[in-house]
């Protein structure tokens, strides 16, 4: 056999394979694309709706005011689970007291 008749041969052949997968593979995108989920989020031409962590939605408003904090629903709650306390408190002291004591009388019954 000279070159010319080998590589018509296994150009024929690999047509034919590629004949026989396209069916197959033309199914396998229809089944994918009934079983993707829908997106959710962003992606999906939702925005996100940034909410403050509860009692710091005053800080939260301060913290708008300073050009260097990018987000401050972020650093929010970044700070509440750092164990801080809101500086500018939407809810009264009385009631943040109370949730400090709470929490120190739980944590010695651990």
Request: with cysteine; hydrophobic share 35%.
């Amino acid at each position: 056999m000279d070159k010319t008749t080998v590589v018509t041969s296994v150009v024929a052949r690999f047509k034919r394979a590629v004949e026989q997968c396209a069916p197959a593979q033309q199914e396998q995108e229809q089944q994918a694309a009934v079983t993707r989920p829908t997106p959710v989020g962003p992606q999906a031409g939702m925005e996100q709706q940034a909410v403050s962590p509860p009692g710091w939605e005053k800080t939260v408003e301060h913290m708008k005011d300073h050009k260097e904090i990018d987000n401050p629903f972020a650093l929010a709650w970044y700070m509440k689970n750092k164990g801080a306390e809101p500086h500018h408190a939407s809810t009264p002291k009385f009631l943040l007291a109370a949730n400090a004591a709470f929490k120190r009388h739980t944590a010695k019954r651990k």
